[in-house]
């Protein structure tokens, strides 16, 4: 336990303390930069909370390699980055962060026998993109077109022994219809007046966080179940009406909820298959369209080898943290965004409240690029690293490499 109050802190050590709760296995690119740096205001802001509620102000991020930038600008001006697993708390807390704004996003992983040409895939998804079909009464919303995310087709290429299936479709989509309130509380605080209706307001230093507390924390976590298995079940009904009974079901895993009160995987996959909400232990990890995918094993983690590279051993050991660590269970579920102009970043100003990044260009040598909204950059997506990375790391076994045939975003 601390010695001091965190709420007696000056702004500056309040980021120092949050930046020793990081735990980066980042591949430190100015994307990785950018995460961690903005991660300092999301976790000074949680202990501040924390303790003002008599709980251990002990919030915290595990990032898994691909870690990077949220391009959700709510979250990111809440000080989130993307990539790993948040935490504070002991699981069972009654207190929900909802500026995390988890919601439910997921790959489903299917097989083929048969390569289907495209010009069917097309015409087969304009049929169903002309339908309403629903699922428990809400009417589906067809994603797969918005963001990064996508129907994708890939031959199979085995690493391992075994008889795998010769082409494999992964399904890239989430749960919007339950964003808002349209079909009830919602998941997220800036879109359902309900959902803000029920949380607290709590203003810092730094920004204002919402939160949840006791019955209203229960409410919401019922609506997380809820909402995963909708996402779920959305993903293998797109899949149905594409494939028929042409394909097989290899994994359906979320890789954006919330495990229990006190932890969100925020873009990572958990490996964790004692969660109701992982279904096995197979999980995808995808890179750019033009570069293959990975089915992997995964492995529960981190290792005190990866612990001892990473540097994290001694700093979790004086942070009583270190069972957390060994129990982290994250793994990639892509390669995330990366900023091919950006070099890294010299410094964050602060001004009326807002966060300024200071970043040196790549091909300027005196040139810089301030940026406060990171939604709207030119960016890429990160290639074979994040894959060496995770090896590395021990973080899975790999399983199955997938070429990639073609890529459908309508």
Same mark, same amino acid.
């Given at each position: 336990?601390?010695?001091?109050?965190?709420?007696?802190?000056?702004?500056?050590?309040?980021?120092?303390?949050?930046?020793?709760?990081?735990?980066?296995?980042?591949?430190?690119?100015?994307?990785?930069?950018?995460?961690?740096?903005?991660?300092?205001?999301?976790?000074?802001?949680?202990?501040?909370?924390?303790?003002?509620?008599?709980?251990?102000?002990?919030?915290?991020?595990?990032?898994?390699?691909?870690?990077?930038?949220?391009?959700?600008?709510?979250?990111?001006?809440?000080?989130?980055?993307?990539?790993?697993?948040?935490?504070?708390?002991?699981?069972?807390?009654?207190?929900?962060?909802?500026?995390?704004?988890?919601?439910?996003?997921?790959?489903?992983?299917?097989?083929?026998?048969?390569?289907?040409?495209?010009?069917?895939?097309?015409?087969?998804?304009?049929?169903?993109?002309?339908?309403?079909?629903?699922?428990?009464?809400?009417?589906?919303?067809?994603?797969?077109?918005?963001?990064?995310?996508?129907?994708?087709?890939?031959?199979?290429?085995?690493?391992?022994?075994?008889?795998?299936?010769?082409?494999?479709?992964?399904?890239?989509?989430?749960?919007?219809?339950?964003?808002?309130?349209?079909?009830?509380?919602?998941?997220?605080?800036?879109?359902?007046?309900?959902?803000?209706?029920?949380?607290?307001?709590?203003?810092?230093?730094?920004?204002?966080?919402?939160?949840?507390?006791?019955?209203?924390?229960?409410? $919401? =976590?019922?609506? +997380?179940? !809820?909402?995963?298995?909708?996402? *779920? %079940?959305?993903?293998?009904?797109?899949?149905?009406?594409? @494939?028929?009974?042409?394909?097989?079901?290899?994994?359906?895993?979320?890789?954006?909820?919330?495990?229990?009160?006190?932890?969100?995987?925020?873009?990572?996959?958990?490996?964790?298959?004692?969660?109701?909400?992982?279904?096995?232990?197979?999980?995808?990890?995808?890179?750019?369209?033009?570069?293959?995918?990975?089915?992997?094993?995964?492995?529960?983690?981190?290792?005190?080898?990866?612990?001892?590279?990473?540097?994290?051993?001694?700093?979790?050991?004086?942070?009583?943290?270190?069972?957390?660590?060994?129990?982290?269970?994250?793994?990639?579920?892509?390669?995330?965004?990366?900023?091919?102009?950006?070099?890294?970043?010299?410094?964050?100003?602060?001004?009326?409240?807002?966060? $300024? =990044?200071?970043? +040196?260009? !790549?091909?300027?040598?005196?040139? *810089? %690029?301030?940026?406060?909204?990171?939604?709207?950059?030119? @960016?890429?997506?990160?290639?074979?690293?994040?894959?060496?990375?995770?090896?590395?790391?021990?973080?899975?076994?790999?399983?199955?490499?997938?070429?990639?045939?073609?890529?459908?975003?309508?």
């Amino acid at each position: 336990m601390n010695s001091y109050k965190v709420s007696q802190l000056d702004k500056k050590k309040l980021l120092e303390r949050a930046s020793n709760f990081i735990f980066s296995s980042g591949i430190g690119d100015a994307a990785s930069q950018l995460c961690k740096l903005n991660m300092r205001y999301g976790l000074a802001q949680m202990h501040l909370i924390q303790e003002k509620y008599g709980f251990e102000p002990k919030a915290h991020f595990i990032s898994t390699p691909d870690e990077t930038i949220s391009r959700n600008n709510y979250r990111w001006y809440s000080g989130y980055g993307y990539g790993g697993r948040i935490s504070w708390g002991s699981s069972n807390d009654k207190i929900i962060f909802l500026n995390v704004k988890p919601n439910q996003c997921g790959i489903l992983v299917g097989a083929l026998q048969e390569l289907i040409d495209y010009n069917t895939l097309i015409q087969r998804i304009n049929d169903i993109k002309a339908k309403q079909i629903y699922h428990n009464d809400i009417l589906l919303d067809w994603d797969l077109g918005v963001s990064n995310h996508f129907l994708n087709i890939f031959e199979t290429i085995n690493t391992r022994e075994g008889k795998f299936p010769p082409y494999m479709f992964l399904i890239h989509g989430s749960a919007p219809e339950i964003r808002d309130d349209t079909y009830g509380l919602g998941m997220y605080v800036d879109k359902s007046e309900d959902l803000r209706n029920i949380a607290i307001k709590e203003e810092t230093p730094f920004g204002i966080q919402y939160i949840l507390l006791d019955s209203a924390a229960k409410e $919401y =976590f019922k609506l +997380n179940d !809820k909402a995963v298995k909708f996402s *779920l %079940k959305k993903r293998e009904i797109i899949a149905d009406h594409i @494939f028929g009974n042409d394909y097989e079901v290899v994994c359906n895993q979320a890789h954006q909820f919330l495990k229990d009160y006190n932890n969100i995987y925020l873009g990572s996959n958990c490996t964790d298959t004692r969660s109701k909400f992982v279904n096995s232990n197979i999980f995808p990890i995808t890179l750019r369209a033009d570069y293959p995918a990975y089915i992997v094993e995964g492995k529960i983690n981190f290792s005190e080898d990866s612990l001892q590279k990473l540097n994290f051993f001694k700093r979790a050991e004086a942070l009583e943290m270190i069972d957390l660590l060994k129990d982290a269970n994250i793994l990639p579920h892509g390669s995330g965004y990366s900023f091919p102009d950006i070099k890294g970043v010299a410094e964050v100003i602060e001004e009326k409240f807002q966060r $300024y =990044f200071v970043c +040196n260009l !790549k091909k300027s040598q005196n040139g *810089l %690029k301030i940026i406060r909204s990171v939604s709207n950059l030119q @960016f890429e997506y990160r290639r074979e690293e994040v894959i060496s990375k995770t090896i590395q790391l021990d973080l899975g076994t790999i399983l199955m490499k997938l070429e990639p045939k073609y890529s459908i975003k309508l």
